[in-house]
């Protein structure tokens, strides 16, 4: 995605204490703990705002690429796009929930899946991490596909029934199938082992181009594939209320501001094993 603006200050999933608020802000009280997501802020008066589709507000503005983020001691944000946070989970923990767990949550609705289903997750990083705790609740068979052995670990380890690469045959077809890692060549891999009436959502905000598919062998049999294009607010509100309820157990690795540049490139390589949290410091 280009760069709407510079300079801009990134970080788009972020944790923190309320500092000061705006004149007629009610919602909040100096001191609350709050979380701020990638969607910043919609217009609220067009056909998508209108419908219950905010996600698709063509004014839609995000947090660390159209506002200043998270990387930074100190954010601003409108008073409606802050989401107040469940207790009992720490602020590292919470993190990642606030666009990996929120957008994989969105996901997994577009996903179709329904309780007691198959589902399979294609890569394994901040949000299938945390996917695979909702499916489990839902009492839902989880099939991992990823080539990275310590992401195969900690599938195994969150209940994955089993764990292969992209172009294993797995050992029952699945009903719904997510593919969080922007690899286009992994679509004809997951349409191939998704069921009949069985949906693939792409959870990418970047795909690589997508090879060409065989219809008879990806698309029939009414198999559809559905974009995610960022969520809305009442998912946010929907996850975090399930994140306490589950409760969601993020695995994190911690990293100073200063190391912020050595941090994205280990992200880059798949070297982070779960989800990145920088901590700011003032």
């Given at each position: 995605?280009?760069l709407?603006?510079?300079?801009?200050?990134?970080g788009?999933q972020?944790?923190?204490?309320i500092?000061?608020?705006?004149?007629?802000?009610?919602?909040?009280?100096?001191?609350?703990?709050?979380?701020l997501a990638?969607?910043?802020?919609?217009?609220?008066?067009?056909?998508?705002?209108?419908?219950?589709?905010?996600?698709?507000?063509?004014?839609?503005?995000?947090?660390?690429?159209?506002?200043?983020?998270?990387?930074?001691?100190l954010?601003?944000?409108?008073?409606?796009?802050?989401?107040?946070?469940?207790?009992?989970?720490?602020?590292?923990?919470?993190?990642?929930?606030?666009?990996?767990?929120?957008?994989g949550?969105?996901?997994?609705k577009?996903?179709?899946?329904?309780?007691?289903?198959?589902?399979?997750?294609?890569?394994?990083?901040a949000?299938?991490?945390?996917?695979?705790?909702?499916?489990?609740?839902?009492?839902?068979?989880?099939?991992?596909?990823?080539?990275?052995?310590?992401?195969?670990?900690?599938?195994?380890?969150?209940g994955?029934?089993?764990?292969?690469?992209?172009?294993?045959t797995?050992?029952?077809?699945?009903?719904?199938?997510?593919?969080?890692?922007?690899?286009?060549?992994?679509?004809?891999?997951?349409l191939?082992?998704?069921?009949?009436?069985?949906?693939l959502?792409?959870?990418?905000?970047?795909?690589?181009?997508?090879?060409?598919?065989?219809?008879?062998?990806?698309?029939?049999?009414?198999?559809?594939?559905?974009?995610v294009?960022?969520?809305?607010?009442?998912?946010?509100?929907?996850?975090?209320q399930?994140?306490?309820?589950?409760?969601?157990?993020?695995?994190?690795?911690?990293?100073?501001?200063?190391?912020?540049?050595?941090?994205?490139?280990?992200?880059?390589?798949?070297?982070?094993?779960g989800?990145?949290?920088?901590?700011?410091?003032?």
């Amino acid at each position: 995605m280009p760069l709407q603006r510079l300079p801009i200050i990134p970080g788009h999933q972020i944790v923190g204490k309320i500092v000061d608020q705006g004149p007629g802000v009610a919602r909040f009280q100096l001191g609350d703990r709050v979380g701020l997501a990638w969607l910043n802020q919609t217009c609220g008066h067009c056909k998508y705002c209108q419908s219950g589709r905010e996600n698709l507000c063509e004014s839609a503005q995000f947090t660390g690429l159209h506002r200043d983020g998270g990387y930074a001691e100190l954010v601003t944000a409108p008073a409606d796009f802050a989401y107040r946070l469940p207790e009992g989970i720490s602020d590292l923990g919470l993190a990642p929930l606030m666009c990996a767990g929120i957008i994989g949550y969105r996901a997994l609705k577009q996903s179709g899946l329904k309780p007691g289903q198959r589902l399979g997750l294609y890569g394994f990083g901040a949000s299938a991490h945390i996917v695979i705790q909702v499916a489990r609740y839902w009492g839902c068979e989880v099939l991992v596909f990823t080539r990275s052995p310590g992401h195969q670990e900690l599938a195994r380890k969150l209940g994955a029934a089993w764990v292969g690469r992209a172009e294993d045959t797995p050992p029952t077809r699945l009903d719904s199938a997510i593919i969080f890692a922007p690899a286009g060549n992994l679509v004809p891999e997951a349409l191939r082992v998704l069921d009949r009436g069985g949906t693939l959502a792409l959870a990418g905000i970047y795909l690589s181009p997508i090879p060409a598919l065989d219809y008879e062998k990806h698309l029939f049999y009414e198999k559809t594939v559905r974009s995610v294009t960022a969520s809305t607010r009442q998912d946010g509100q929907e996850f975090l209320q399930l994140a306490a309820q589950i409760p969601i157990h993020t695995k994190t690795q911690l990293f100073k501001l200063e190391e912020a540049n050595q941090t994205l490139q280990l992200l880059k390589a798949g070297k982070i094993n779960g989800a990145g949290v920088l901590a700011i410091k003032p």
